[in-house]
Nanobody, 127 residues
Framework: QVQLVESGGGLVQAGASLRLSCTTS????????VGWFRQAPGQEREFVAA????????YYGNSVKGRFTVSRDKPKNTVFLQMNSLAPEDTAVYYC????????????????????WGQGTQVTVSS
């Protein structure tokens, strides 16, 4: 079992930046592709970003392209989501998710593909 823990959320003003972290104590996390999703009240869970097991491939949802960057620090078992130019519509609970993959696999944008999930961290952007 892989337990993921997100951190870094908070309340910020529009235009500000936040960096979310997703970490686990399991060393095999380096063999996982990792995705970030978000869910606002009354809305469906939305794909935000994903990074491959190697870290060499990244993917973004259309609403965050050019503003968010996903990266990973393998020795620290941590994946980051750098969020710049935040807007009120980015307000949501942000979740990280992972799935163990082969080295060449690409992560999926569908939430159902992921096997493990964190508890989420709240991001609130005021106008």
């Amino acid at each position: 079992q892989v337990q993921l823990v997100e951190s870094g959320g908070g309340l910020v003003q529009a235009g500000a930046s936040l960096r979310l972290s997703c970490t686990t104590s399991r060393s095999l996390f380096s063999e996982h592709a990792v995705g970030w999703f978000r869910q606002a009240p009354g809305q469906e869970r939305e794909f935000v970003a994903a990074i491959s097991r190697s870290g060499g491939s990244t993917y973004y949802g259309n609403s965050v392209k050019g503003r968010f960057t996903v990266s990973r620090d393998k020795p620290k078992n941590t994946v980051f989501l750098q969020m710049n130019s935040l807007a009120p519509e980015d307000t949501a609970v942000y979740y990280c998710a992972s799935r163990r993959t082969i080295l060449t696999a690409s992560p999926d944008v569908q939430a159902a593909w992921y096997a493990y999930w964190g508890q989420g961290t709240q991001v609130t952007v005021s106008s």
